[in-house]
């Protein structure tokens, strides 16, 4: 697991939801998940192939997706309904970009599919990989999220 590549993906996950939806996140304690399950209410996952190959998958708990959310349309949003499923796999496309141009800078180039949305109570998100699964969780004002990364070794 290479820093210089996982980082950036972390950096963009600040950057995107300060920048669009004017929410400050804070990382937690980064981990290596061990199961499927998803730790949050509605997921983002996405494919990433070139220099290196993996995943890396969004999951928000429902009241801090829906403050993103409402921050977005600058209108309440109480639910998760197909508009926030929408803003999740937007948001996966954002964050993954932006890691993207980071990582561009160093000399790596990565490019990614289109983000696979998926809600509901203890789904399941599943990366492609041969190396571990990097989970870091992040506090916002509304709720948690969190990032995780997964590239063959």
């Given at each position: 697991?290479?820093?210089?590549?996982?980082?950036?993906?972390?950096?963009?996950?600040?950057n995107v939801l300060?920048?669009?939806?004017?929410?400050?996140?804070?990382?937690?304690?980064?981990?290596?998940?061990?199961?499927?399950?998803?730790?949050?209410?509605?997921?983002?996952?996405?494919?990433?192939?070139?220099?290196?190959?993996?995943?890396?998958?969004?999951?928000?708990?429902?009241?801090?997706?829906?403050?993103?959310?409402?921050?977005?349309?600058?209108?309440?949003?109480?639910?998760?309904?197909?508009?926030?499923?929408?803003?999740?796999?937007?948001?996966?496309?954002?964050?993954?970009?932006?890691?993207?141009?980071?990582?561009?800078?160093?000399?790596?180039?990565?490019?990614?599919?289109?983000?696979?949305?998926?809600?509901?109570?203890?789904?399941?998100?599943?990366?492609?990989?041969?190396?571990?699964?990097?989970?870091?969780?992040?506090?916002?004002?509304?709720?948690?999220?969190?990032?995780?990364?997964?590239?063959?070794?």
């Amino acid at each position: 697991m290479d820093v210089k590549i996982i980082n950036p993906f972390l950096e963009a996950a600040v950057n995107v939801l300060k920048t669009m939806a004017m929410i400050e996140a804070k990382p937690g304690k980064p981990f290596i998940k061990k199961d499927q399950t998803a730790m949050g209410d509605v997921s983002g996952i996405i494919g990433i192939t070139g220099d290196a190959q993996g995943s890396m998958s969004l999951s928000f708990e429902a009241p801090c997706i829906c403050a993103i959310v409402t921050n977005l349309f600058g209108m309440p949003v109480n639910e998760i309904n197909e508009e926030v499923k929408d803003a999740v796999g937007e948001m996966t496309n954002m964050i993954c970009g932006d890691a993207r141009r980071r990582l561009e800078g160093i000399g790596i180039t990565l490019q990614a599919g289109t983000p696979t949305v998926v809600a509901g109570e203890n789904h399941s998100i599943t990366h492609i990989h041969t190396g571990p699964c990097l989970a870091v969780p992040f506090e916002t004002p509304n709720g948690q999220f969190v990032v995780e990364v997964a590239f063959n070794d």
